[in-house]
């Protein structure tokens, strides 16, 4: 009997994302994840470099006049984060409360803390 010699399965090259909005076009049309596209992004950026985009800038007291209140969902239940100034000097939102956590069929009660600063608005 002859040996049968099975041909490797035909392997895909990789696409190359050259630039950031090919990588947040390839999440828009659900070639990445946003998992994947992060890791590309925090590769192509230089080291202590952030891979977030730089938003517009905008003086805290703008922020303080203009800024709503932000709504934020934690698991099932949207609660309110409030435009805050932090003792810092930064500006951001902040929200403070407790909700049921459903763990394993059991109702937990938690603490939330959660804070959001506008990056860069300390000392702004």
């Given at each position: 009997m002859t040996p049968t010699v099975?041909?490797?399965?035909?392997?895909?090259?990789?696409?190359?994302?050259a630039t950031r909005d090919e990588i947040i076009a390839a999440v828009v049309t659900k070639e990445l994840t946003p998992d994947e596209a992060g890791?590309?992004?925090d590769a192509m950026t230089p080291k202590g470099k952030s891979s977030v985009p730089q938003g517009?800038?905008?003086?805290?007291?703008?922020?303080?006049?203009?800024?709503g209140?932000?709504?934020?969902?934690?698991?099932?239940v949207d609660v309110q984060a409030q435009v805050k100034q932090f003792s810092t000097g930064s500006v951001g939102y902040s929200y403070n409360g407790k909700m049921i956590s459903l763990v394993?069929?059991?109702?937990?009660?938690?603490q939330v803390s959660l804070n959001i600063?506008?990056?860069?608005?300390k000392g702004n």
């Open positions: 099975k041909p490797a399965p035909a392997q895909s090259t990789p696409k190359v994302y890791k590309l992004l517009d800038r905008i003086s805290n007291a703008d922020f303080l006049a203009k800024a209140a932000l709504t934020v969902k934690l698991g099932e394993n069929g059991k109702r937990v009660r938690c600063t506008v990056i860069g608005s």
